[in-house]
């Protein structure tokens, strides 16, 4: 199992919004097709992930053996669309080991049941037909593709209404900084518009607005 990221550095992470890495990141930004299941979810964790092949949830069922709580499960379906990996059980499953949430790039099933769980899960829909134990094999922690974008065991998961963002324990160092420097500028940016200032003067560079 990959070492845990520092716990204090995921709870400071855990504040900061997707949409606000997505103003710098050009990398690490799952496709926005990886959705909440509910509104008001967000999660962060470390990365855990796992590859299943087409209609086969058997590695899954042994990898609920082994993720800790505060991990991220990040499963890459190969390209299978067709075939619901997370059902109720297996979130129920996820929800005792204290998961932070499932980030599964394919279909769940059993929605409501998944809800009950209070489990976050981000998926690309649903599906009435699911995995079965088949034992075809996978992968478990290696890297993985999910969204679009390389997931790495150890590596950071955020996820929030607005999608998935994937990046290294230093990467989520600087960013957590550049966030900051970011709200503070978005404050004096809502305060100006609260006076009336027009949006484009307190977006405009120092060097144009004096030439205005």
């Keep these: 199992m990959p070492e845990p990221a520092d716990p204090a550095l995921v709870a400071?992470?855990?504040?900061?919004?997707?949409?606000?890495?997505?103003h710098?990141?050009?990398w690490g930004l799952c496709d926005p097709a990886l959705?909440?299941?509910?509104?008001?979810?967000?999660?962060?964790?470390t990365i855990v992930t796992l590859a299943l092949p087409g209609?086969?949830?058997?590695?899954?069922?042994?990898?609920?053996?082994?993720v800790r709580a505060g991990d991220?499960?990040?499963i890459d379906r190969l390209g299978d669309t067709l075939h619901a990996a997370v059902g109720g059980v297996v979130a129920q499953a996820a929800a005792v080991r204290g998961v932070a949430a499932i980030v599964l790039d394919g279909p769940v099933a059993d929605l409501a049941e998944i809800l009950e769980t209070g489990l976050p899960v981000w998926a690309r829909g649903t599906s009435q037909r699911t995995t079965r134990?088949?034992?075809?094999?996978g992968r478990f922690n290696a890297p993985v593709s999910v969204g679009g974008v390389v997931a790495r065991p150890g590596d950071i998961a955020l996820c929030d209404g607005d999608g998935v963002v994937f990046l290294s324990p230093e990467e989520a160092t600087r960013d957590i900084e550049l966030a900051n420097i970011a709200a503070t500028r978005e404050a004096l940016i809502r305060?100006?518009?609260?006076?009336?200032?027009?949006l484009s003067d307190l977006l405009a560079p120092p060097a144009l607005a004096s030439v205005r």
């Design 24 to 26: 710098w990141r050009l």
């Design 35 to 45: 959705r909440p299941l509910a509104p008001g979810m967000k999660a962060c964790g």
């Design 191 to 198: 305060e100006g518009l609260g006076k009336g200032i027009a």
């Design 12 to 22: 400071a992470l855990a504040r900061v919004d997707t949409s606000t890495l997505g």
């Design 55 to 66: 209609p086969d949830g058997a590695l899954l069922h042994e990898t609920l053996s082994h």
């Design 133 to 137: 134990r088949l034992g075809l094999g």
């Design 72 to 74: 991220v499960l990040v």
